[in-house]
């Protein structure tokens, strides 16, 4: 099919790997955001492609329709020197029709062949490109093939995919700034963590304290999953890029200052007599009665106990906050509540960021709600804003 200029046509998974990774690197590199992300997207399983080619057959838009439970979802990209002519908005177009089709039932042929008719009207007009990376989930569709639950995700937010996306009815309902620490350019300021406090690395037994310290830190937030200790663990430990030396607790003197690693509750063994038994049964830390992550109360009965207390995981005397890392990246940052404005945020990230330097990391990203005030914070610690990812929906 064609498109203004363009051939389109659909792309060959693995023999246009690095064209696709070239073209992302091109967009991202005047829009800010992280290619990698953008580039995964085309690589999912079942996915539904399709890409515009020049004349000298060099891939300058592309996007990929892939499924998900339940819904699909579709990421675009435009190259920066074909911007202005209306490609965003045909690969925009292509994707609701593609999406709505898939979502509706539609067979994977059929769905390509309704939304080439998407891109061959609507490549010639004259709605303004997209500007970054694109992505739109589909969370379903009416009857008949009418889009609907549309969340349009871009990793790279610009004035002109604002407006693309007005141009759709799409209004913004989330944005987050993804921002990056040079550590082969500048060294991570030293920050002492507030006396009383001392920064434990992550182990598999320190990991429920870890978890009551995120519990504590985010449960308020709206949006909060409430995940028990388990499944935030192994969302936290079981990705294999997960680095447990760069991860810290602020632990209080009510943790391993008392003198046993992995013992929330302070003491050799607990009320039930079961020494190192974090759970009140030997081995349990996935949330059985007396587990450290979830009771009120603590199986050893001591009030201000940092595993035993609904409400403030820590306290005063307990674990003041936690961050957590991957490769290349600071995954979590919270603060308890008690302990917020006393520089436990700042230190556990600039003593990471020392870590990951001192094992030959060269950079360092995190992404920060733009609402958050964190961010501000990471700004004086020597973090630059890279782009803006944002989530658009109507």
Same mark, same amino acid.
């Given at each position: 099919?064609?498109?203004?200029?363009? =051939?389109?046509?659909?792309?060959?998974?693995?023999?246009?790997?690095?064209?696709?990774?070239?073209?992302?690197?091109?967009?991202?590199?005047?829009?800010?955001?992280?290619?990698?992300?953008?580039?995964?997207?085309?690589?999912?399983?079942?996915?539904? =492609?399709?890409?515009?080619?020049?004349?000298? !057959?060099?891939?300058?838009?592309?996007?990929?329709?892939?499924?998900?439970?339940?819904?699909?979802?579709?990421?675009?990209?435009?190259?920066?020197?074909?911007?202005?002519?209306?490609?965003?908005?045909?690969?925009?177009?292509?994707?609701?029709?593609?999406?709505?089709?898939? &979502?509706?039932?539609? $067979? /994977?042929?059929?769905?390509?062949?309704?939304?080439?008719?998407?891109?061959?009207?609507?490549?010639?007009? =004259?709605?303004?490109?997209? $500007?970054?990376?694109?992505?739109?989930? +589909?969370?379903?569709?009416?009857?008949?093939?009418?889009?609907?639950?549309?969340?349009?995700?871009?990793?790279?937010?610009?004035?002109?995919?604002? /407006?693309?996306?007005?141009?759709?009815?799409?209004?913004?309902?989330?944005?987050?700034?993804?921002? /990056?620490?040079?550590?082969?350019?500048?060294?991570?300021?030293?920050?002492?963590?507030?006396?009383?406090?001392?920064?434990? %690395?992550?182990?598999?037994?320190?990991?429920?304290?870890?978890?009551?310290?995120?519990?504590?830190?985010?449960?308020?937030?709206p949006g909060f999953p409430a995940w028990p200790v388990e499944r935030w663990v192994a969302w936290t430990a079981g990705d294999e890029e997960f680095r447990p030396?760069?991860?810290?607790?602020? @632990?209080?003197?009510?943790?391993?200052?008392?003198?046993?690693?992995?013992? $929330? @509750?302070?003491? %050799?063994?607990?009320?039930?007599?079961?020494?190192?038994?974090?759970?009140?049964?030997?081995?349990?830390?996935?949330?059985?009665?007396?587990?450290?992550?979830?009771?009120?109360?603590?199986?050893?009965?001591?009030? !201000?106990?940092?595993?035993?207390?609904?409400?403030?995981?820590?306290?005063?005397?307990?674990?003041?906050?936690? &961050? $957590?890392?991957?490769?290349?990246?600071?995954?979590? +940052? !919270?603060?308890?509540?008690?302990?917020?404005?006393?520089?436990?945020?700042?230190?556990?990230?600039?003593?990471?960021?020392?870590?990951?330097?001192?094992?030959?990391?060269?950079?360092?990203?995190?992404?920060?709600? &733009?609402?958050?005030?964190?961010?501000?914070?990471?700004? /004086?610690?020597?973090?630059?804003?890279?782009?803006?990812?944002?989530?658009?929906?109507?």
């Amino acid at each position: 099919m064609r498109g203004g200029v363009l =051939t389109w046509g659909p792309l060959d998974g693995d023999g246009d790997r690095e064209a696709v990774a070239a073209l992302a690197g091109r967009c991202h590199g005047a829009d800010g955001g992280v290619p990698e992300v953008t580039i995964s997207r085309f690589a999912a399983d079942g996915v539904i =492609t399709t890409g515009g080619r020049t004349a000298t !057959g060099v891939l300058v838009a592309a996007a990929a329709v892939r499924p998900l439970s339940p819904g699909v979802a579709l990421i675009g990209l435009v190259d920066p020197a074909h911007r202005g002519a209306g490609v965003g908005g045909a690969l925009l177009d292509w994707g609701l029709a593609t999406a709505t089709s898939v &979502v509706a039932g539609v $067979t /994977r042929n059929a769905a390509t062949s309704a939304a080439t008719s998407a891109v061959g009207s609507v490549a010639g007009s =004259t709605v303004g490109g997209v $500007t970054g990376s694109v992505a739109i989930s +589909v969370a379903g569709g009416a009857a008949g093939g009418a889009a609907g639950g549309v969340t349009v995700e871009t990793e790279a937010l610009t004035g002109a995919a604002e /407006r693309l996306f007005a141009s759709r009815g799409l209004r913004q309902v989330f944005a987050e700034d993804v921002m /990056r620490f040079d550590l082969a350019a500048a060294e991570p300021p030293v920050l002492p963590l507030p006396p009383g406090l001392t920064a434990l %690395e992550w182990t598999p037994a320190r990991a429920p304290r870890f978890f009551a310290a995120y519990d504590a830190a985010f449960r308020e937030r709206p949006g909060f999953p409430a995940w028990p200790v388990e499944r935030w663990v192994a969302w936290t430990a079981g990705d294999e890029e997960f680095r447990p030396q760069w991860s810290l607790l602020a @632990a209080g003197p009510a943790g391993d200052a008392a003198g046993l690693e992995g013992d $929330t @509750a302070g003491l %050799e063994g607990d009320a039930a007599g079961l020494e190192g038994d974090t759970a009140g049964l030997e081995g349990d830390a996935a949330g059985l009665e007396g587990d450290t992550a979830g009771l009120e109360g603590d199986a050893a009965g001591l009030e !201000g106990d940092t595993a035993g207390l609904e409400g403030d995981a820590a306290g005063l005397d307990g674990d003041a906050g936690f &961050v $957590t890392c991957a490769e290349g990246w600071v995954v979590q +940052v !919270g603060v308890v509540p008690s302990w917020r404005g006393r520089g436990v945020g700042g230190a556990l990230v600039a003593q990471a960021l020392r870590r990951m330097r001192a094992d030959g990391a060269g950079q360092a990203l995190l992404d920060v709600n &733009v609402d958050n005030p964190a961010g501000r914070l990471y700004a /004086r610690l020597g973090f630059r804003t890279l782009g803006r990812r944002a989530r658009f929906q109507r």
